[in-house]
């Protein structure tokens, strides 16, 4: 534990809410009256949207709704979060069920972990705790976006419905030219409040994804090469 609190900055005055946040749902597999994270959880993922939000905010002044929303989404992924987690240390310090299997990389049980700590943050010094561990974990928020290549239309539906009220992007084929085994499709795809872009490719899939990725792309404020 007092690794973990070194790595976060943070030196807890009640261990106990640490030790909560990395109690997963499967230790009361073999310990059925003790109390997992998911209250935690619930609490630190609004704790972590407001602070990435409020940094993104402030650290990328020309954005609008549509990029910002495109930064806080990647950032609050849980591959992120996960990938947070893996640099602290607690895939080792989950409290989980005995003969439980080894966590996968991107494993949601750690992106939980990581939002739980976080709750814990909150509940043990306020405001100004947290904002000091966040910007030691993420000190540069949102500073570069990956391409977004490995699921642009999962993505895109993700910030549509983080938007106030939720939408739906909508795909529309343009144009499909070439014969039935190879064809080359070009597909539009919209999300109202947002923008509209075109994709191509050599199916409907394919083309829908590439519309998405454009999309993206042009939310983020950067060109496709």
């Known amino acids: ?106 494993s949601k049980t750690l992106a939980d972990a990581m939002e739980a700590v976080l709750g814990a943050v909150w509940l043990d010094g306020g405001a100004k705790a947290v904002k000091a561990v966040y910007e030691r974990l993420w000190p540069e928020s949102g500073a570069e976006l990956d391409e977004w290549g490995d699921n642009p239309k999962g993505r895109l539906q993700t910030i549509a419905q983080a938007l106030r009220p939720p939408r739906k992007p909508v795909y529309e084929t343009l144009l499909v030219t070439g014969p039935a085994h190879a064809p080359h499709v070009r597909t539009k795809v919209s999300v109202e409040g947002i923008g509209e872009a075109d994709g191509e490719g050599g199916s409907h899939r394919a083309a829908e994804a590439a519309a998405a990725l454009a999309l993206l792309a042009k939310l983020a404020g950067r060109r496709l090469t």
């Open 1 to 106: 534990m007092k690794e973990l609190q070194e790595k976060l900055g943070y030196t807890f005055r009640d261990e106990g809410l640490l030790e909560l946040a990395l109690t997963a749902p499967a230790f009361r597999m073999d310990h059925p009256h003790s109390r997992d994270n998911q209250r935690l959880e619930f609490l630190g993922d609004a704790v972590f949207g407001l602070y990435s939000a409020d940094a993104l905010y402030r650290t990328h002044p020309d954005d609008d709704e549509g990029a910002l929303t495109v930064r806080r989404t990647k950032l609050a992924s849980g591959v992120a979060l996960a990938a947070a987690a893996e640099a602290l240390g607690l895939r080792k310090l989950l409290r989980r069920n005995k003969g439980a299997e080894p966590l996968p990389e991107r």
